[in-house]
Nanobody, 119 residues
Framework: QVQLVESGGGLVQTGGSLRLSCAAS????????MAWFRQAPGKGREFVAR????????YYADSVKGRFTISGDNAKNTVYLQMASLKPEDTAVYYC????????????WGQGTQVTVSS
């Protein structure tokens, strides 16, 4: 089991930046990939970005491509989401997730951190 704790959310103006962090503990050696998802009020949870630990391959949703950057620090078991050029439509609760294998899906989730972008 992997425990995930997000931090770094807050209130920012349109065009601003934030960096989210996700610290993993527990069976972190078994992680295949980690990702960020988000859920806006009244909407379903949507994928934002993913990173594979081996090779560091990344993948982004079209809505954030070119504005958000996902990165990881193996030594700290931490994944980051650098968000720039934020828009009001980026307002959501952001969740960190971990996948133990390429076929398991994301089975461990954090509690979420609120990001609010004011217009």
């Amino acid at each position: 089991q992997v425990q995930l704790v997000e931090s770094g959310g807050g209130l920012v103006q349109t065009g601003g930046s934030l960096r989210l962090s996700c610290a993993a503990s527990g069976r972190t050696f078994s992680n295949y990939a980690m990702a960020w998802f988000r859920q806006a009020p009244g909407k379903g949870r949507e994928f934002v970005a993913r990173i594979r630990w081996n090779g560091g391959g990344t993948y982004y949703a079209d809505s954030v491509k070119g504005r958000f950057t996902i990165s990881g620090d193996n030594a700290k078991n931490t994944v980051y989401l650098q968000m720039a050029s934020l828009k009001p439509e980026d307002t959501a609760v952001y969740y960190c997730a971990a996948a133990p294998s390429s076929v398991s899906g994301f089975t461990s989730w954090g509690q979420g951190t609120q990001v609010t972008v004011s217009s």
